[in-house]
């Protein structure tokens, strides 16, 4: 059993928490037709994210995967055009929730803690003021 957290791209899911986890799970029937493994596939939001996350959290497969197979940080990154699903060793889920959640709120990608009952879903959404630097985030 992994700790599984998502991003996903905010402009392809529903904002109700009914209609996103349908959503959801359609999205990880992983019914694509590409490798998964691929970030190319995704999003450029979700690709930038992508890049930085690997930074902390290197793959497990694909062409950019660690060597290092005993490295706990090693994650399995499951990534389709709209979702990037990360499922992390139990032991680095404290410090997997918040870089991921910080990212994808840098990267103003969506954010679902799968692993957790009723779990957070954030969504970036416009700010009402053009002055504003960083766009708000709104919690469904």
């Given at each position: 059993m992994s700790y599984d957290l998502m991003v996903f791209e905010p402009s392809a899911a529903p904002k109700s928490r009914?209609?996103?986890m349908?959503?959801?799970a359609q999205q990880i029937k992983w019914s694509e037709d590409h490798n998964y493994q691929d970030h190319t596939v995704a999003s450029v939001a979700l690709q930038n994210w992508f890049k930085e996350m690997i930074e902390y959290f290197p793959p497990m497969n694909g062409p950019?995967?660690?060597d290092d197979v005993d490295d706990p940080k090693v994650t399995d990154h499951c990534i389709g055009k709209n979702v990037i699903y990360s499922a992390f060793a139990w032991s680095v889920a404290d410090d997997a929730y918040p870089a991921m959640r910080d990212l994808a709120i840098k990267h103003?990608?969506?954010f679902f803690d799968v692993s957790a009952d009723n779990g957070e879903i954030l969504f970036p959404v416009a700010a009402p003021n053009e002055k504003m630097h960083k766009p708000w985030w709104k919690l469904w």
């Open positions: 009914e209609e996103f349908v959503w959801y950019l995967a660690s103003s990608v969506g």
